[in-house]
């Protein structure tokens, strides 16, 4: 496990733009070749428009040239695990990597992407 990933995770968390709901999401991916881009989660008042931590993190290291990662951090005030959508984000985009699960103290859990999307739909499913 990356120490640095976890770490911004948190710091991440910290730029949070949560006024609505005030639950703060940090998130940071490890790129294969080591690189740790970080995102944090930014509310809309037309919730819809929102976007997670998560995926912020992804599609940042995306449009920063990255394709391939190694491993996902998330941090919450509590240890929240990923939305439905962003489990469905990180499958299509990193397939099965650890996910680690922070709260403010710290690494809580480490799970799989599989264990997070069970029997995920990807690219394999569509003809």
């Given amino acids: 496990m990356n120490r640095t990933l976890i770490e911004t995770s948190n710091d991440m968390r910290k730029r949070s733009h949560a006024p609505y709901s005030n639950y703060k999401v940090g998130a940071a991916v490890e790129t294969e070749s080591g690189e740790i881009v970080g995102g944090c989660n930014v509310e809309s008042s037309s919730y819809g428009l929102t976007c997670c931590a998560e995926r912020t993190a992804l599609f940042r290291a995306i ?65």
């Fill in 63 to 127: 449009a920063e040239g990255h394709t391939s990662f190694k491993a996902l951090a998330v941090s919450t005030e509590n240890g929240g695990s990923p939305c439905g959508a962003c489990r469905q984000v990180i499958w299509d985009l990193c397939k099965d990597i650890p996910i680690h699960i922070c709260d403010k103290n710290g690494l809580v859990k480490t799970l799989s992407s599989s264990e997070l999307l069970p029997e995920a739909f990807d690219d394999s499913h569509l003809l």
